[in-house]
């Protein structure tokens, strides 16, 4: 799968797959046909999860190819992200307490034989070693395949959840504090209490076209249990009154400025984050932040063929500001993490009118956020 790091390249990406694979997705979605053959899957969450296309970008373009029932489960995916965003910042503590348990367990599993092995691609478990190596290599797995990947880490190998959401996020192109953290925890059993997910040999065999042998699992693992409760943190996402010619902070998780709610607000300067590794709590790859570097460039680009003055500045320079200034929400994750740490009072947040809308719905679960779409397509379609 070919992810070019470009907005251009992500629109036609899009409009590629909406043509000609749309209309098979809800019944090849949870096939994984192998890195080759991708075509049953729009492979657009590196470019959704850095906000180069936008859900309501996707789904304005679904719509006008088919009708919303024709459409129904794709709209539902897209919608998925925000949910889990929505669902995280109700419950910030969740990623809190994530990054600290991670940070234990790092210290105990640093010379963990089973652990080394694992994220080296060389345990027993022929179709587990395959996707070590794919994730590396392609920095995207599948997302059936992200489900078998950590339930045999949870309950076949044995290891902390913790550390496989670190891997993932690590080698992912789309690695996204939510959607990651919440799958990880939806897996063990944690997120639906004490309802896990176990991955199966049939299962694999099926969904992969009988690409791998020897599927030998745990079959009766109990979920993982976790004593914490979090309770919902009443948080008003509400904006303040923007005034122009005040500079605006861009995070990587919102680069395609020229298209969001604010695109006709005069900014004095944007100036886009570059979050280097030497500044986040979870290491990434060199090639995931070589992609973010890239996304950058791509934002910075366009903006300056609209005439926008505009910067790459480094994270740790925003330390340096003491103007109040603005920034689009970052949500929860390693970017809002280094403002507060920092205790950044001068930066309002601006959020988007999406999420604004949405996140009063993820107090509960999917199901329940299910019966709102309709609600919220309404709104914004
Ligand atoms: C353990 C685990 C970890 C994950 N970690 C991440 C992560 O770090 N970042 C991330 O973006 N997604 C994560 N996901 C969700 C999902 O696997 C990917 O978004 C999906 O595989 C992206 O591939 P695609 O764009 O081809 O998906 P498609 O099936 O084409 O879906 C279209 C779009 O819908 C959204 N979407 C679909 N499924 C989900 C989902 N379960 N959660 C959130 N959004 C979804 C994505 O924006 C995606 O681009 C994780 C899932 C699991 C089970």
């Known amino acids: 799968m070919n992810f070019k790091p470009s907005r251009t390249f992500a629109l036609e990406k899009l409009d590629n797959f909406i043509d000609k694979n749309l209309i098979d997705y809800s019944k090849l979605r949870n096939f994984d046909y192998g890195p080759e053959n991708r075509t049953n899957v729009s492979g657009l969450s590196p470019y959704v999860s850095h906000g180069i296309i936008d859900e ?40 809190l307490d994530y990054l600290n348990d991670l940070k234990k367990i790092k210290e105990n599993f640093k010379n963990n034989q089973n652990y080394l092995i694992a994220i080296d691609g060389k345990t027993n478990i022929e179709c587990f070693n395959y996707w070590v190596n794919e994730l590396k290599e392609n920095n995207y797995l599948h997302n059936h395949t992200r489900m078998w990947f950590a339930s045999i880490w949870i309950f076949t190998l044995k290891l902390p959840w913790q550390l496989g959401a670190e891997f993932l996020l690590q080698h992912l192109y789309d690695g996204d504090a939510a959607s990651n953290t919440l799958g990880w925890r939806w897996v063990a059993g944690i997120q639906t209490k004490g309802k ?57 998780n919102n680069l395609s400025f020229e298209t969001t ?36 460039e791509d934002q910075k680009k366009r903006l300056e063929e609209k005439s926008i003055n505009c910067e790459i500045i480094n994270i740790n320079e925003i330390k340096n500001i003491t103007e109040n200034i603005y920034a689009i929400y970052p949500s929860i994750g390693e970017n809002l993490d280094f403002i507060n740490l920092n205790g950044l009072k001068n930066i309002q947040f601006l959020y988007r009118k999406l999420d604004q809308f949405s996140w009063q719905y993820c107090n509960k679960g999917f199901f329940n956020f299910k019966n709102y779409i309709p609600k919220i397509i309404q709104k914004f379609i």
């Open 56 to 95: 309501i970008e996707i789904i304005n373009k679904s719509l006008k190819k088919y009708s919303f029932v024709k459409n129904e489960k794709f709209i539902q995916e897209i919608l998925w992200r925000v949910y889990w965003k929505g669902w995280l910042e109700l419950r910030p503590n969740v990623w």
């Open 196 to 252: 896990n997910y176990l991955a199966s040999e049939w299962n694999i065999k099926k969904f992969t076209n009988n690409r791998f042998q020897n599927i030998k699992l745990n079959k009766n693992a109990a979920p993982i249990l976790s004593e914490k409760n979090y309770s919902i943190n009443n948080k008003d996402f509400a904006n303040v009154e923007i005034l122009e010619n005040q500079s605006l902070l861009v995070f990587e």
């Open 261 to 296: 709610d604010f695109q006709d607000i005069k900014f004095k300067k944007i100036l886009l984050i570059d979050h280097k590794n030497n500044y986040r709590k979870i290491n990434l790859s060199e090639s995931v932040t070589n992609f973010k570097s890239s996304l950058l």
